[in-house]
Nanobody, 126 residues
Framework: QVQLVESGGGLVQVGGSLRLACEVS????????LGWFRQAPGKGREFVAA????????YYADSVKGRLTISRDDAKNTLYLQMNSLEAGDTAAYFC???????????????????WGQGTQVTVSS
């Protein structure tokens, strides 16, 4: 049973930073493509960032390019999202996702992922 557990969310002021983590258990971590999605109140879930199974390709939503950085540590079975220069529009619940690497094209869409975490809340105050 593959499980994903997010941590690191919280309340931060505009311009501040947070680092989210997603620990994956129950599967072969290095074979997973991984992604972050977010959902703001009253809105649908949207793509934030993705990293392929080998860690040499990353993809970002235009709204977060240059501010958020996705990375993975295969030794710790953990996915990260470093969030800098946070804006009020970044307020959302953040979800990590894992998909079988060879089947994931770029990881920009939810249907490419089989496994999801429960989410961690990020609130950016002005």
């Amino acid at each position: 049973q593959v499980q994903l557990v997010e941590s690191g969310g919280g309340l931060v002021q505009v311009g501040g930073s947070l680092r989210l983590a997603c620990e994956v258990s129950g599967g072969t971590f290095r074979r997973f493509a991984l992604g972050w999605f977010r959902q703001a109140p009253g809105k649908g879930r949207e793509f934030v960032a993705a990293i392929n199974w080998s860690g040499d390709r990353t993809y970002y939503a235009d709204s977060v390019k240059g501010r958020l950085t996705i990375s993975r540590d295969d030794a710790k079975n953990t996915l990260y999202l470093q969030m800098n220069s946070l804006e009020a529009g970044d307020t959302a619940a953040y979800f990590c996702a894992a998909g079988w690497g060879p089947r994931v094209v770029r990881g920009l869409t939810q249907d490419e992922y089989e496994f999801w975490g429960q989410g961690t809340q990020v609130t950016v105050s002005s």
